[in-house]
C-alpha cells in the first residue's frame, strides 16, 4: 500500500516483487524493472516516465497521453499499446515478441531491435532508430524533422535504400533501390522508359 503524500517517483527496481498495488495519482515517474510482474495496474494520467524493463510482462495497461519516456524492453510483449499522441523522447521496446507497431508521431530515439517485426510504420524520428534483428526487408519511410537529421541502424537483410533524404545516415552503405538491385520488391525509384534526345544548339527543339 502506498501512502499518498503527493509521490510523485516510485522506483523499486531489482526486486522480486510478483504484484504491485494501484498506483497513487500523483506519480510522476515509475521505475518497477526487473521483477517477476506478469502485470501492472493501471498507469496514472499524470506519468511522464515508465521503466518496466526486465519484468515477464505480456501486455501494458493504457498508456498516460502525457508519457514521454517508455522503456519497456525484454518482456513478452506482442504488441504496445495506442502511443500518445504527442512527440515522445524515448520509446525502447527491443527484446520483446511485437510483430508491429503503432503509429508513431515524433520520437527522438526508437529501439525496436530483437522482435519479430517485419515491417514498420512511417517515422518521424529526430534523432536515433535502431531495428536490427527483425525479420525487416524493406528500410521505412523516414522523416528526420531538422538538419540534425537521423542514425538509423539495420540489417544486411535490407539490400537498398528507397529513401533519398540526405539526413539520414545508416550503419550499412547502401544503394538507392532500382528494379535491378531490389530483390525485397522495396518502394523504389519510378523507371523512366523513352527516348533520349541531346539538344546541341539549346534552343529546346528536338
Known amino acids: 500500500?502506498?501512502?499518498?503524500f503527493g509521490l510523485t517517483t516510485l522506483s523499486c527496481r531489482g526486486n522480486l516483487l510478483r504484484s504491485l498495488p494501484n498506483f497513487?495519482?500523483?506519480?510522476?515517474?515509475?521505475?518497477?524493472?526487473?521483477n517477476p510482474l506478469y502485470n501492472l495496474p493501471g498507469f496514472p494520467p499524470s506519468t511522464r516516465e515508465i521503466n518496466c524493463a526486465g519484468d515477464s510482462l505480456s501486455t501494458l495497461p493504457a498508456l498516460p497521453n502525457f508519457l514521454n519516456y517508455l522503456e519497456c524492453s525484454n518482456n513478452q510483449l506482442t504488441s504496445l499499446p495506442i502511443l500518445p499522441d504527442h512527440d515522445m523522447i524515448i520509446i525502447s521496446c527491443?527484446?520483446?515478441?511485437?510483430?508491429?507497431?503503432?503509429k508513431l508521431q515524433v520520437v527522438r530515439e526508437l529501439n525496436c531491435s530483437n522482435n519479430l517485426?517485419?515491417?514498420?510504420?512511417?517515422?518521424p524520428v529526430v534523432c536515433r532508430l535502431?531495428?536490427?534483428n527483425n525479420n525487416i526487408?524493406?528500410?521505412?519511410?523516414?522523416l528526420p524533422l531538422n538538419?540534425?537529421?537521423a542514425t538509423v541502424y539495420i540489417d544486411s537483410t535490407i539490400k537498398c535504400?528507397?529513401?533519398?533524404d540526405w539526413r539520414i545516415s545508416l550503419n550499412i552503405n547502401l544503394p538507392h533501390c532500382y528494379p535491378s538491385n531490389n530483390i525485397n520488391h522495396c518502394e523504389a525509384f519510378p523507371v523512366i522508359g523513352g527516348t533520349v534526345f541531346y539538344d546541341a544548339n539549346n534552343n529546346g527543339i528536338r
Not at 24 to 34: G, K
Open 1 to 4: 500500500t502506498y501512502y499518498d
Open 24 to 34: 497513487p495519482n500523483s506519480l510522476y515517474s515509475i521505475d518497477c524493472s526487473y
Open 94 to 102: 527491443a527484446g520483446n515478441k511485437l510483430t508491429s507497431l503503432p
Open 117 to 123: 517485426l517485419t515491417s514498420l510504420p512511417e517515422i
Open 130 to 132: 535502431t531495428m536490427t
Open 137 to 142: 526487408l524493406c528500410l521505412p519511410k523516414i
Open 147 to 149: 538538419n540534425d537529421g
Open 161 to 164: 535504400n528507397p529513401n533519398h
